[in-house]
């Protein structure tokens, strides 16, 4: 699993009220990490206009 793959896994639990907490969780952290927080912003830059989470 690269690391793209990783980050939208975490995503998509981060915010799933069904997830179980522990997961939620440690989704929540693995997203507030430095290396994952530039990775994000990357993407995002890379995307632009398309991103949907910067509408």
Do not use: H, Y
Request: hydrophobic share 50%.
């Amino acid at each position: 699993m690269d690391f793209a793959a990783v980050v939208a896994w975490a995503e998509s639990f981060a915010e799933d009220e069904t997830a179980p907490l522990g997961l939620r969780l440690f989704c929540t952290v693995l997203l507030g990490t430095e290396a994952v927080k530039a990775f994000i912003a990357e993407r995002d830059a890379q995307l632009g206009e398309n991103c949907e989470r910067c509408r």
